[in-house]
């Protein structure tokens, strides 16, 4: 107790000797020291019952280091006190920040304003000071990103609130957001992020955000004359659709087939490699978060695609598409829809074999102990023979390419293999490649080693390895794993000593 008595007493002496002296730069340094020595939980009791309004004035300086030492030592004390006291004591001090010049000022308003508004006990003091809510509405027009950002923050956290939500969609503070939005396509969009990021909470905030009209302008960019505002207004529609209340509206509305249809129509337009990828991973994230299977076969256009993409020359649009196949072929079902993965496997084997490829192989051939029915290894062994005549061959030679990138990329797809038996077999009839997995000179960066270290993993703990692989490897395989990823043998680091 003694301690923090000591401490209240010095920070208030502190206090008084910096209302004190003309150039109070050294006081600030020292009050700042102090009250980082002391852990937040403790500076609560310390500073409750003190005001800081000496601090609050030294912000209005034109001296930029002295206004940044203030923000240090307001956001220590702020974060300190409780937002129910922040909004009885420090509300129109708050709300002054937001319109000062300096950045980290707008910031440190806006975040101790969001942790007021989150609080059901102090939410009221600022929802009945409409002033504040207009201020941190206007501070998404600044130019600063940071200060944006923060803004739509905070505001955010009043869709936690039925009042919150009345505040801010049936006041004139609506008003004051469509008016912000006029500003320019920037700030049109920050506000669009703030309105999908309240819809994302629950299906009662998403209501309100329907209502206000602001939605159904976002959607309306979607088929926008400038093609660049288009491929921003897919990335918030697919934002939108994260939450399933946000997939159902969505379905409504008739996007689906309208991002559906304009896949269809990317064909005629000249521009559309900027937005198409975006549509693409659209209906990607869709089919993830719902069924492969349905939104597949629901929007062939979609699939046909991702195809087509996969044997473009242009590299955006390759990497998009194996993304896609990866994310999709993540699955079971994304396993079985894709049975037409056979054109893209046996061509991207004729293709230079890029590191998103190498990924989105892996993704493609792994499947877990559980999902290993015998249909499905018939699938993927099938799919691992399309990559070449000698796949092994093919995948080892890669993996002996001087780029780590390629070196990891192409042990991922052994690892991936190495669980089902079809591959410990092929690995077993493969000369000399059990000793290629044990040798551990090859691969000597930290994520060769980890790549190396978990494909030896996979195999060791398979529960068919040891009868496939014969148990002289399998031994060396669970001595491998014993001694970790790094190990180097005695023999190993005399051998390399006298090579400098």
Not at 205 to 218: E, F, K
Not at 299 to 314: C, G, H, I, R, S
Not at 327 to 333: A, D, F, K, N
Not at 432 to 454: C, V
Request: hydrophobic letters at 40%; charged letters at 20%.
């Amino acid at each position: 107790e003694i301690g923090g008595t000591f401490m209240a007493a010095s920070i208030e002496s502190l206090l008084q000797e910096i209302s004190g002296v003309e150039d109070p730069m050294e006081e600030l340094q020292s009050l700042k020291t102090a009250l980082l020595s002391i852990p937040i939980s403790a500076l609560r009791d310390t500073v409750s019952g003190q005001r800081f309004d000496v601090i609050f004035s030294l912000l209005n300086s034109n001296q930029r280091e002295q206004v940044e030492l203030c923000v240090d030592i307001l956001e220590r004390i702020l974060m300190a006190l409780s937002p129910v006291n922040l909004a009885q004591n420090y509300r129109v001090e708050l709300q002054g920040g937001l319109t000062h010049p300096n950045e980290t000022v707008k910031i440190l308003a806006l975040t101790q304003i969001g942790r007021m508004v989150e609080e059901p006990d102090a939410v009221t003091e600022i929802l009945n000071n409409h002033d504040v809510l207009r201020a941190v509405i206007h501070c998404i027009e600044e130019e600063k990103m940071a200060v944006a950002k923060q803004a739509i923050q905070s505001l955010s956290k009043l869709s936690h609130s039925k009042p919150g939500l009345d505040k801010l969609f049936q006041s004139d503070l609506l008003k004051v957001m469509k008016d912000v939005m006029a500003t320019n396509d920037i700030v049109r969009y920050r506000i669009y992020e703030l309105v999908v990021k309240i819809s994302s909470v629950s299906p009662i905030s998403l209501g309100y955000c329907a209502n206000s009209s602001i939605i159904s302008q976002l959607l309306g960019e979607l088929t926008g004359d400038d093609v660049l505002i288009r491929a921003t207004a897919i990335e918030m529609v697919t934002t939108l659709a994260h939450s399933q209340h946000g997939r159902q509206y969505l379905a409504q509305q008739g996007i689906m087939d309208k991002i559906s249809n304009m896949i269809r129509g990317a064909d005629t337009d000249p521009f559309s490699s900027l937005y198409l990828p975006g549509l693409v991973k659209f209906f990607g994230n869709l089919a993830i978060m719902d069924s492969p299977q349905q939104v597949c076969e629901t929007y062939p256009a979609f699939q046909n695609k991702v195809f087509e993409m996969a044997l473009d020359p242009d590299p955006v649009m390759i990497g998009v598409a194996m993304d896609t196949l990866g994310l999709l072929g993540s699955t079971v079902e994304g396993k079985q829809v894709l049975q037409k993965t056979g054109q893209f496997l046996a061509s991207s084997g004729a293709t230079e074999l890029r590191v998103r490829s190498l990924d989105a192989i892996s993704q493609l051939l792994t499947l877990q102990p559980e999902h290993q029915t015998e249909d499905l290894l018939a699938l993927t062994e099938s799919w691992f023979h399309l990559l070449s005549n000698q796949p092994m061959d093919m995948i080892r030679n890669i993996s002996t390419q001087p780029f780590p990138e390629l070196h990891c990329g192409a042990l991922r797809i052994f690892t991936a293999i190495a669980t089902q038996p079809w591959g410990q077999r092929l690995m077993i009839k493969t000369p000399g490649f059990m000793e290629f997995i044990l040798d551990r000179s090859t691969g000597q960066t930290k994520e060769a080693k980890d790549a190396k270290f978990e494909l030896v993993g996979s195999l060791a703990c398979s529960s068919t390895a040891a009868e496939i692989l014969g148990s002289q490897h399998y031994i060396h395989l669970r001595a491998y794993l014993r001694e970790g990823p790094y190990y180097v043998s005695a023999v190993a680091s005399v051998s390399t000593e006298g090579a400098d």
